[in-house]
């Protein structure tokens, strides 16, 4: 991945990257929202090898569902 995570501060800079391909958005939030991911005794928060600091894992789950809400929306319009 030629994206380190670590330039990312948010989810959603990586659901809103203009360059990235829908599939690496996802691959770097399912990381993200990953259970390897969780900060020990805080199970509500994310922070990735290499992020800057954690992040609510229900942002991670908010900027996954923005990518599918934005494929259907593309979907529906091409019909």
Not at 22 to 49: F, N, Y
């Amino acid at each position: 991945m030629s994206q380190p995570v670590s330039r990312f501060l948010h989810p959603f800079d990586i659901a809103r990257h203009p360059s990235l391909e829908p599939e690496v958005k996802r691959a770097i939030l399912a990381r993200w929202a990953s259970d390897r991911s969780a900060v020990a005794g805080k199970p509500a928060l994310r922070k990735p090898p290499g992020a800057r600091r954690a992040v609510p894992v229900d942002h991670v789950l908010a900027a996954l569902r923005s990518l599918d809400e934005a494929q259907g929306t593309n979907a529906a319009t091409r019909q």
